[in-house]
DNA sequence: CCCTGATTCGC
DNA sequence: GCGAATCAGG
């Protein structure tokens, strides 16, 4: 695959727009985030406005063959109260007005996706399709959607029930 | 573990 | 010039 002036002109676009590396390769497919990231150094783009300047690392140290030492450091304690620690859930909690919900299962907010691309999901993205799948902006949640289900947790109520009894969402 | 961008260096 | 491998950090 090579930069066209046209996708180049692409990525340009996209980096300006805020999109992270990995999305604009899904965008212009063929090419790994390391290669838009490359491109993106080599057309100096990498300030992307007023970002912190980067440290510099001190060069790359001749790889180890040396296996560590393996280190057992001290059993963490567990937390009492219960993580959900999905990022993508907190994200979309994060971004969403603060609002007092009751402690209901009835009472879930509905998600705010993540609008991937189908060759942006991974085995944990939740693969709920959204919009006309032939329109422009047809994409799917992608959400969190846990370690085996196809779906998030909130379309997975969804995706599991009589159609007669969904409700109908996004 | 998921992700992000930054850097190096063999090709 | 290109981008995989790697690093550092969230």
Redesign the pocket.
Known sequence: ???TDERVETLRKLWSEG??????AAQLG??????????????KL???GR?AP????????A??TTAKPPQRPAPAPRPVTASVGA?ALQAQFEAAPARHLEASTENIVVPISRQLQLIEL????CKWPIGDPLADDFHFCGNESGETGPYCRYHARLAFQPASERRRVR
């Open positions: 695959m090579i930069w999109l992270s590396a990995s999305q604009i063929g090419v790994s985030r390391n290669a838009v990231i490359g491109k993106v150094h080599r057309l990498s300030g992307r970002t980067s440290p510099a690392r001190p060069k790359k140290p790889q180890a990022t991974s085995e944990r993205t």
